[in-house]
C-alpha cells in the first residue's frame, strides 16, 4: 500500500513538472513571436494635403518718384509701415533742390526760344510752299489758255490756205484752155502743207506746256515731309515745365516727398546719403482692394492644387481666417525648380499687408474600395506587398502567421494607401505594425489593442 501511494506520488510530481515545463515552453515559445497590430481594409476616400507659408500682397501697386541725382537727406519709412497719402516718406537735400530749379528754369528757358523759332521757321515756309502752289495754279490756267489760243491761230490760218486752194481750183474751171500752169496750185498746196504741220507743232507745243504746268502743280500739292522738330521740342518744353513745377513744389515742401495714397509699404530703393535714380523710390500697396497671400509648395504637391479650389489661410498668430480664401494660380518659381509659386486670394482687411500666413490645401480623392494604413505596405525589388493574418496547423495547435501578398497602390498620401480592387478581401486583416521583422510565413500573435 506504500508502495502504491509513493508511485502515484511519483506520478503526480512527474505531470506537474511537464506541465510546467509547457507552460514554460509556450512563454518562451510566445517571446519569440512577433506581436502585431492589424487592421481591416475600410471603403473610404484619400485626403491629399499641401502645406505652405507665404506673405500677403496687395493687387494695387502705387510707385512714388523723385527727381533723379538728388541727395537724401532721410528716408523716414521701412517695408511693411503702413502710411497715410500726404505722409512724408523721405526728404531731399534743399541745396540740390535749389541747384535743379535754376537749371531746370535755364531749359526752359530755352526750349521756349527754340520752339519760337521753329514756330517761326515753319511758317516762313507754309507761306512759300503756298506762293508756289498758287502759281502752279495759274501756271496751268496760262498754258491752257495760251496754248488754246495758238491752236486757234494755227488753224485759221489752215483754213484760209485751203480756201485759197479751192478758190483757185474754182477759177481754174471757169478760165481753162487746155494749157493750165499748174505751179500756183503747187504753192497753195505746199503752203497747206505747212500750215498743217505748223497747226500740228502747235498743238504738240500746247499739250507740252500744260502737262510741264499739271506736273508743276502736282509737285505743289504733293505733302511735304514730316518734320516733327517743332513738336518735339514743344513736347519737351512741356515735359521740362512740369518738371520745373514739381521741383518748385519739394522745394515749398522742404524737400519733403510724401505718400500719394494710403497705403503699406511693399518696397524702399533707397537710403539716407545715397542719390534718388530713375527707378521708383518707394513702391506702395494700396490698402483699398484685393489681397493675396503669396508662397510656394514643393512641385510635385502642385497637381493637388487646382485654381478654384478652397484654402485655409491662418495668419501669424494661428487664427483661421474667416470668409472664402481661393487659390488663385500656381505658376513656376524662377529661382527654385523644386517649387510651385501659388497665390491666394483673401478676404479684404483680413490680413495686414506684409505680414506672414500659412495656407492648407485639401484635394480628396476617391472613395477607394480598399484602403489599408500606410505603414502597411512594403517595398522589395521593385514589388509591393502587404502581410494579411493567416492561420496553420503546428505541434502547438493552430496558431497564426503573416502571409505575403502583391498588392498595387492606386493612391496614397502621408498616412494610408488605396490599393486596386481584388488583391484583398474585405474580411482579410493586414498587419500594420510589428515589434520585429517578420517575413512570409512568420509566426504572430497579436496585441492585445488591435
Not at 146 to 168: C, F, I, P, T, Y
Not at 211 to 224: C, G, M, S, V
Not at 355 to 372: A, H, L, M, N, Q
Amino acid at each position: 500500500m506504500k508502495k502504491q501511494k509513493k508511485l502515484l506520488r511519483w506520478v503526480g510530481i512527474f505531470f506537474a513538472v511537464m506541465l510546467v515545463l509547457t507552460f514554460l515552453s509556450r512563454a518562451a515559445d510566445s517571446l519569440s513571436i512577433a506581436q502585431v497590430t492589424l487592421a481591416k481594409p475600410q471603403n473610404q476616400a484619400v485626403v491629399h494635403t499641401v502645406t505652405g507659408t507665404g506673405k500677403v500682397e496687395g493687387t494695387k501697386e502705387r510707385a512714388v518718384f523723385a527727381p533723379a541725382g538728388k541727395r537724401i537727406s532721410q528716408v523716414l519709412v521701412k517695408e511693411g509701415q503702413s502710411v497715410k497719402k500726404g505722409d512724408t516718406l523721405l526728404i531731399l537735400s534743399a541745396g540740390d533742390l535749389k541747384k535743379a530749379v535754376t537749371e531746370k528754369e535755364d531749359e526752359v528757358s530755352q526750349l521756349s526760344g527754340k520752339v519760337q523759332d521753329l514756330a517761326s521757321g515753319n511758317a516762313v515756309q507754309d507761306q512759300k510752299d503756298q506762293s508756289t502752289l498758287q502759281r502752279a495754279r495759274e501756271d496751268v490756267n496760262t498754258a491752257v489758255h495760251n496754248g488754246d489760243a495758238s491752236v486757234a491761230d494755227a488753224q485759221r490760218e489752215l483754213d484760209a490756205a485751203r480756201q485759197k486752194l479751192s478758190d483757185h481750183d474754182n477759177v481754174s474751171q471757169q478760165f481753162t484752155d487746155g494749157g493750165e500752169d499748174n505751179s500756183e496750185r503747187q504753192a497753195l498746196l505746199d503752203d497747206i502743207r505747212s500750215k498743217e504741220e505748223n497747226l500740228n507743232q502747235v498743238i504738240r507745243s500746247r499739250n507740252k506746256d500744260v502737262t510741264d504746268a499739271n506736273r508743276a502743280l502736282e509737285d505743289a500739292l504733293q505733302p511735304k515731309a514730316s518734320d516733327s522738330s517743332l513738336t518735339d521740342a514743344e513736347t519737351q518744353l512741356a515735359r521740362s515745365q512740369e518738371e520745373l513745377e514739381e521741383l518748385q513744389k519739394l522745394v515749398k515742401r522742404k524737400g519733403a516727398v510724401k505718400a500719394s495714397a494710403d497705403g503699406v509699404v511693399k518696397s524702399v530703393s533707397v537710403q539716407t546719403g545715397s542719390q534718388t535714380t530713375e527707378d521708383a523710390a518707394v513702391v506702395l500697396y494700396e490698402t483699398k482692394g484685393k489681397l493675396y497671400l503669396t508662397g510656394t509648395i514643393p512641385k510635385e504637391d502642385a497637381k493637388y492644387a487646382e485654381a478654384g479650389i478652397h484654402v485655409t489661410v491662418t495668419d501669424s498668430s494661428g487664427k483661421e481666417i474667416q470668409g472664402e480664401c481661393t487659390l488663385v494660380s500656381i505658376s513656376d518659381n524662377n529661382e527654385d525648380p523644386a517649387l510651385k509659386n501659388a497665390v491666394i486670394e483673401i478676404p479684404e482687411d483680413s490680413m495686414v499687408f506684409g505680414s506672414s500666413g500659412e495656407f492648407t490645401i485639401e484635394k480628396e480623392s476617391g472613395p477607394y474600395d480598399c484602403c489599408v494604413p500606410l505603414t502597411a505596405i512594403h517595398e522589395e525589388n521593385n514589388s509591393t506587398f502587404v502581410y494579411v493574418e493567416d492561420t496553420e496547423n503546428s505541434v502547438y495547435g493552430t496558431v497564426f502567421v503573416a502571409r505575403k501578398v502583391t498588392v498595387n497602390v492606386q493612391d496614397k498620401n502621408e498616412t494610408l494607401a488605396a490599393l486596386k480592387n481584388g488583391a484583398l478581401s474585405s474580411k482579410q486583416k493586414v498587419v500594420t505594425d510589428s515589434d520585429r521583422e517578420i517575413t512570409d510565413g512568420s509566426r504572430i500573435r497579436v496585441a492585445e489593442d488591435s
